[in-house]
């Protein structure tokens, strides 16, 4: 619409100041005109100038200088920049720049809002979806024009099925008339929450006799309780309630790790049974302080083995190095699934040298265990009958034991138990059956876990 406005001109000077004319420059000057302004402005006054503004033809960003000449010995020609924007001639598209999911792993359906800020219908040619989840997101409505100047949406349902827990990367397109932005993105943002493991106990040691300057329970929330914080699990606190750090066993200056203590410090988390284990969450010490560890090793022990047993029956010990971040969630996967009760956590190194101060003592923020489907398959391989034997092979797990039962008619007279815990004996265990009843043509053999 056509508008009017004004600008005021102050003269602060001791004599009068006269105008002596106005004048319009810029790429859309032609589009202001001057209805009127004072020939004289007394000392220490003020007048207006009015001007008028005819939008027909014009669209986006409107810009021109308007400049006033006079008598001022200083200023003789002074300039008033003037800015404006019109909604475009054509279609406009505004969308959102990120779409959030709600974390639940629950389906869903998002709503993009979908603006057109033209003076031009916005005509809606097709909506894209990319990236490596595409699959889990199907456009429910999608409209297929919006009128000049008007609002509009475009529902896109999210079905989990198939995904594991972590980020979902999904970016939605939206292709349409707009001269400017002919294809329109929207990034998808979250991700499906996590399960952790309850521990049901954190328990210490450290060079000095078990002194902890922070106590280890405070690296979960309470025994039993475990990690439940919701996508992206961000740290859940700072300071003592959430962090465990060694007393300095050198008075408080130089490196912890120098010399390297005769005894290293551990946590021992337990998962109150065996569990199948593929990854490690760990949260940093401090953003700022080089008592965190930068280097930890994990060690692993099955209920049977006890807390002390890391080793027995499980040789896997892999070594992470994480970030200086107490903030965000930082996730070490194996490279081989374990099945255990109990985690041996060993600090190997800190920041020391690299972001002092600190580094006199050895700390850790948070630490849980995501729930993992790690292979548990029990597969008979092979069963090969010698003279007076059966020997029967299967597909094994590291660290567990496996009781064995036979049946020769796998009904009437039921399963025999051989063995209630023979070991494992790595990826392949072997069982030979020393007692095969005589005159017996066929046997049946049964593998489980041991305790089932």
Do not use: C
């Not at 980020?167 to 952790?196: C, H, K, R, V, Y």
């Amino acid at each position: 619409m056509t508008t009017d406005f004004t600008i005021s001109v102050f003269n602060s000077g001791g004599l009068e100041l006269a105008i002596s004319g106005t004048n319009l420059i810029g790429p859309n000057a032609t589009a202001f005109s001057v209805l009127g302004a004072p020939a004289i402005i007394d000392p220490t006054s003020s007048a207006d100038i009015t001007l008028q503004f005819d939008p027909a033809g014009l669209g986006g960003p409107i810009s021109a200088t308007l400049q006033i000449t006079s008598n001022d010995p200083d200023t003789p020609t002074a300039e008033v920049l003037i800015n404006s924007s019109l909604p475009a001639l054509g279609p406009d598209i505004l969308v959102p720049a990120e779409l959030a999911l709600t974390a639940g792993g629950l389906a869903e359906t998002l709503v993009i809002p979908v603006d057109n800020l033209g003076r031009a219908q916005l005509d809606i040619a097709s909506i894209n979806i990319t990236g490596p989840n595409k699959a889990n997101f199907v456009v429910t409505i999608p409209p297929a024009n919006i009128a000049a100047l008007s609002s509009d949406s475009v529902e896109i349902t999210f079905d989990p099925a198939g995904l594991s827990p972590g980020a979902i990367s999904a970016t939605f397109q939206i292709l349409s008339n707009d001269p400017d932005t002919p294809t329109a993105e929207i990034l998808l943002s979250g991700g499906i929450a996590e399960s952790f493991y309850p521990i049901s106990s954190v328990t210490s040691a450290t060079e000095l006799g078990g002194s902890d300057f922070y106590l280890a329970t405070n690296l979960i929330q309470g025994p039993g309780t475990g990690f439940d914080a919701l996508w992206p699990h961000d740290a859940l606190g700072f300071a003592q309630a959430f962090a465990w750090v060694t007393d300095a066993p050198n008075g408080g200056a130089g490196d912890y790790f120098a010399p390297v203590p005769a005894v290293r410090p551990n946590m021992v988390f337990d998962l109150g049974s065996d569990v199948g284990l593929g990854e490690i969450s760990f949260w940093g010490y401090s953003d700022d302080n080089a008592n965190g560890a930068n280097l930890f090793g994990l060690r692993f022990a099955t209920s049977a083995d006890g807390p002390n047993g890391f080793g027995t029956s499980i040789s896997y010990s892999p070594e992470f190095a994480p970030i200086q971040d107490q903030t965000q969630r930082q996730s070490f996967e194996f490279d081989q699934g374990v099945f255990a009760r109990y985690v041996e956590w060993v600090p190997l190194d800190n920041f020391f040298g690299i972001n002092p101060p600190g580094g006199d003592r050895v700390g850790a923020g948070e630490i849980a265990f995501a729930v993992r489907a790690v292979d548990n398959e029990i597969t008979i391989l092979s069963i090969a009958r010698g003279a007076d034997d059966v020997t029967l092979t299967f597909k094994s797990r590291d660290g567990l034991s496996y009781a064995i039962f036979r049946s020769p008619d796998l009904g009437e007279t039921g399963w025999q138990e051989l063995d209630d815990s023979f070991a494992s004996q790595g990826d392949e265990t072997a069982f030979v059956d020393f007692n095969v009843p005589e005159g017996i043509q066929r046997m049946f053999y049964q593998v489980r876990n041991a305790g089932e």
